[in-house]
T-cell receptor
Framework: AQTVTQSQPEMSVQEAETVTLSCTYD???????LFWYKQPPSRQMILVIR??????QNATENRFSVNFQKAAKSFSLKISDSQLGDAAMYFC????????????FGKGTSLLVTP | KAGVTQTPRYLIKTRGQQVTLSCSPI?????VSWYQQTPGQGLQFLFE???????NKGNFPGRFSGRQFSNSRSEMNVSTLELGDSALYLC?????????????FGPGTRLTVL
C-alpha cells in the first residue's frame, strides 16, 4: 500500500514570507498523481495544486508551487508571499489506479501565519 | 454552479443506533467518494460510487455501507454505531473515476456518537 508522510505537524510563517511544506511518499508505481489540499477551519477541503508524475515540470498555481523529485519520492509545497488566509491544515495526497483512484492522504501540516 | 452539499451538517447519535448521511454532488458529476476524518487516523477512504455502482472500497467494517442513486446523489449508512465512529465524514464528487479527475469536497457531516 502506498504511504504518504508529512513530517512537519506544524509550521509557522510570517506574513509576506515564504514557507515550504514537506511530503514524501512510498510507491512502486511510475504513473500517479500527487496533490496538495488545504483545509481551513471551515473544514472545506480545497485543492491547491496537483502534479502528474509523468510531467517533469513542477506545477505552479499563482503563489503556490511544488518541488517534485520523483526519484526521491518527494513532493514539497512552497507558498510565497504568505497571507493570513493561507492559515490552514495542508494535506499531501497520492492517487493512482492501483488504489482505485482513492486519495491516500498524509497526516497533515498545520500552517500558522503570523502578522 | 452549486458545490457539493452534505446533509445534515451535524449529527449526534448514541451507541448502537444507525445513521444515514447524504451527499449531493456537483451537477454533472457522476462519481462520489466518501472519506472519514478523525484526529487519530486522519483522512481515510471509505468508498467510491460511479453510475450507481460501487467501484472501490476502503478498509472499513461491513457496518459502513453506501449507495448511489440515478441522479448521482449518494448516501452512506453506518449501523450499530460505536464511539470510534465519531468523525467528520467528507463527500467528494468528480466528473469521472480517473486519477486526473479533480475531486471537489463538500463541507462534511460532523457525527458525534455518545
Amino acid at each position: 500500500a502506498q504511504t504518504v508522510t508529512q513530517s512537519q505537524p506544524e509550521m509557522s510563517v510570517q506574513e509576506a514570507e515564504t514557507v515550504t511544506l514537506s511530503c514524501t511518499y512510498d510507491t512502486s508505481e511510475s504513473d500517479y498523481y500527487l496533490f496538495w489540499y488545504k483545509q481551513p477551519p471551515s473544514r472545506q477541503m480545497i485543492l491547491v495544486i496537483r502534479q502528474e508524475a509523468y510531467k517533469q515540470q513542477n506545477a505552479t498555481e499563482n503563489r503556490f508551487s511544488v518541488n517534485f523529485q520523483k526519484a526521491a519520492k518527494s513532493f514539497s509545497l512552497k507558498i510565497s508571499d504568505s497571507q493570513l488566509g493561507d492559515a490552514a491544515m495542508y494535506f499531501c495526497a497520492y492517487r493512482n489506479s492501483n488504489s482505485g483512484y482513492a486519495l491516500n492522504f498524509g497526516k497533515g501540516t498545520s500552517l500558522l501565519v503570523t502578522p | 454552479k452549486a458545490g457539493v452539499t452534505q446533509t445534515p451538517r451535524y449529527l449526534i447519535k448514541t451507541r448502537g443506533q444507525q445513521v444515514t448521511l447524504s451527499c449531493s454532488p456537483i451537477s454533472g458529476h457522476r462519481s462520489v467518494s466518501w472519506y472519514q476524518q478523525t484526529p487519530g487516523q486522519g483522512l481515510q477512504f471509505l468508498f467510491e460510487y460511479f453510475s450507481e455502482t460501487q467501484r472501490n472500497k476502503g478498509n472499513f467494517p461491513g457496518r459502513f455501507s453506501g449507495r448511489q442513486f440515478s441522479n448521482s446523489r449518494s448516501e452512506m449508512n453506518v449501523s450499530t454505531l460505536e464511539l470510534g465512529d465519531s468523525a467528520l465524514y467528507l463527500c467528494a464528487s468528480s466528473l469521472g473515476t480517473g486519477a486526473y479527475n479533480e475531486q471537489f469536497f463538500g463541507p462534511g457531516t460532523r457525527l458525534t456518537v455518545l
